[in-house]
C-alpha cells in the first residue's frame, strides 16, 4: 500500500542555518504531496503542497519539489529561524484513494538562537 | 471565517465507557476526515465522508469505532468499550471536494485519555 518515510528526527539546528528534511514515497498511482507543520500548541496546517511531477511548493521561505524519478519530496530551507521550530509532516493523498492523506512519522525540528 | 471545531478539548474515561467526538467542518466543505495521532502509531486516517456517498471507514481500527456524519455536516465518531490503547488525539479535517490535491483544515483535536 501507500507509504511515507521521512527522516527521524529531532533535528536540532542553530539559526540561520541550512535545513533538510527528507522525504520518499510509495504511491500505487500520482499522489499530490504535501508538508504539513504543527507548531507547539497549534493545530496541524498546510504548509506547501505539489500535485504533479516536478512541481515545487513554496511557502514562508521553505521548498519542495515533486521528484518522481526518485518519489521524493523534501523540504528545504535556506535560513530556519526560532519560530520555526516545530513538528513536520510529509504526506501523499493518492487521487485513487479518497483524497486521505497517508502520513510520514514527523519530524521534530528545534532552531536554536 | 470559522474553522474546524472540535468539542470536547479533552476527554478523559475509564476504561469499558463509551465515548463520543465532535467535528464541526468549515462551512461549505463536502469532505470530511477523521484521524488519529498518537506517540506509536503517527498520524492514522480513521474514516471519510464525501456528500451523500458512502463513507471509506477502511481505516477504522476495530468494530467498536463508528462515525455518521448528519446532514452534511457536523460528524461525531463514537468509540465502544473503550481500552487504554484507545488514547490519542483524535483530529478532524474537512476539505471543499474531497479531491487529492485539496488542502485539508483540521481542527484542534480531542484529546482522549482512557483510564
Known amino acids: 500500500g501507500d507509504s511515507v518515510t521521512q527522516m527521524e528526527g529531532p533535528v536540532t539546528l542553530s539559526e540561520e542555518a541550512f535545513l533538510t528534511i527528507n522525504c520518499t514515497y510509495t504511491?500505487?498511482?500520482?499522489?499530490?504531496l504535501f508538508w504539513y507543520v504543527q507548531y507547539p500548541g497549534e493545530g496541524l496546517q498546510l504548509l506547501l503542497k505539489?500535485?504533479?511531477?516536478?512541481d515545487k511548493g513554496s511557502n514562508k521561505g521553505f521548498e519542495a519539489t515533486y521528484r518522481k524519478e526518485t518519489t521524493s519530496f523534501h523540504l528545504e530551507k535556506g535560513s530556519v529561524q526560532v519560530s520555526d521550530s516545530a513538528v513536520y509532516f510529509c504526506?501523499?493523498?493518492?487521487?485513487?484513494?479518497?483524497?486521505?492523506?497517508?502520513f510520514g512519522q514527523g519530524t521534530t525540528l528545534q532552531v536554536k538562537p | 471565517g470559522a474553522g474546524v471545531s472540535q468539542s470536547p478539548s479533552n476527554k478523559v474515561t475509564e476504561k469499558g465507557k463509551d465515548v463520543e467526538l465532535r467535528c464541526d467542518p468549515i462551512?461549505?466543505?463536502?469532505?470530511l476526515y477523521w484521524y488519529r495521532q498518537s506517540l506509536g502509531q503517527g498520524l492514522e486516517f480513521l474514516i471519510y465522508?464525501?456528500?451523500?456517498?458512502?463513507?471509506?471507514k477502511s481505516g477504522l481500527p476495530s468494530d467498536r469505532f463508528s462515525a455518521e456524519r448528519t446532514g452534511g455536516s457536523v460528524s461525531t465518531l463514537t468509540i465502544q468499550r473503550t481500552q487504554q490503547e484507545d488514547s490519542a488525539v483524535y483530529l478532524c479535517?474537512?476539505?471543499?471536494?474531497?479531491?487529492?490535491?485539496?488542502?485539508?483544515?483540521f481542527g484542534p483535536g480531542t484529546r482522549l485519555t482512557v483510564l
Open positions: 479535517a474537512s476539505s471543499l471536494a474531497g479531491l487529492a490535491g485539496d488542502e485539508q483544515f
Open positions: 504511491a500505487t498511482g500520482y499522489p499530490s
Open positions: 505539489a500535485t504533479k511531477a516536478d
Open positions: 504526506a501523499l493523498s493518492d487521487p485513487s484513494n479518497t483524497g486521505k492523506l497517508i
Open positions: 462551512s461549505g466543505h463536502t469532505a
Open positions: 465522508f464525501q456528500g451523500n456517498s458512502a463513507p471509506d
